[in-house]
């Protein structure tokens, strides 16, 4: 037995499946899945309610929406390059990266309008107070001083806007075409003149080897002729002493000779042959040497026999 349904009964069924599924099907669009990297600001019937973190989350209909969704990584904007002037009045173009991170969504969401066209405006005006107290070489060589005043008077700007300002780097600075020639020119004359410098410091060290080459050569040399010179003269003297205790070696065998063989001769005798001996051998001198007359003793056979007898005495 089918149960009869009426025609305005099946129209109100029908409207209100359909006014159920677009209810529920609302409701599934007012959830909202946050992801890790972000921070959602609710506002709740136009005023502040909460910052959403990571996790799933219901919007109520019709009092509840998203107002902003705010991104918690680092950023990095590339701002377009400013003109700027330094203390001596030369006119340059500068860009900047500012890299920053939000820290309060909050205050990012409600504390100024377009917070980056805010960054961009405020890096160009701390520029060209920077720039303005230096001088264009100051400009030039001083990146590091630049960035480190930029993103300090960026960091506490940007505080009540709920953004913490990591990094602040110069990324180009070009100077006019003009200053850019003449810095162009100055660089050359630059390397030309330390060329000439390293050039004449090496001829310079060479001169100077070459001399102390040449000195100590000199010096090795007359050391080396002192140190022969030292040596012959020691050879010499030792030569010299040879001969003398050869001498004197002699005499003492002479007179001692004369002690132990001549006992029976009287000491005037001795004394006689004695000289006579040392005639014979002044006359073997002169013999031996340049002169070219000789005066020979008459008694020369009485020196032989003289001499002969010492020899004897000498060999007993």
Known sequence: MFLEISGGALTAIIVF??????ILLYLITRIRIVRQTSKYVIERLGGYHATWGV??????PFIDKVSYIVSMKEQVKDFDPQPVITKDNVTMQIDTIVFFQVTDPKLYAYGVENPVAAIENLSATTLRNIIG???????????DIINT??????????DPWGIKVNRVEVKNILPPKDIRDAMERQMRAERERREKILLAEGEKKSQILLAEGEKESRILKADAEKEAMILKAKGEAE???????????????????????????NDANVSKEVLTLKSYEAVKDMANGQATKIIV????????????????IVKK
């Open 17 to 22: 499946s359909i006014l159920a599924f677009v």
């Open 55 to 60: 996790g799933f989350h219901f919007l109520c």
């Open 133 to 143: 107290e230096l001088d264009l070489d100051e400009t030039l060589t001083s990146r």
């Open 149 to 158: 005043k930029m993103r300090a008077i960026l960091d506490e700007a940007t």
């Open 239 to 265: 030569s010299i002493l040879t001969v003398k205790e050869a001498e004197a070696q002699g005499i003492k065998l002479i007179r001692e000779a004369e002690a132990e063989g001549l006992k029976s001769l």
């Open 297 to 312: 003793p008459s008694d020369l056979q009485n020196v032989a026999t003289l001499a002969t007898a010492v020899s004897e």
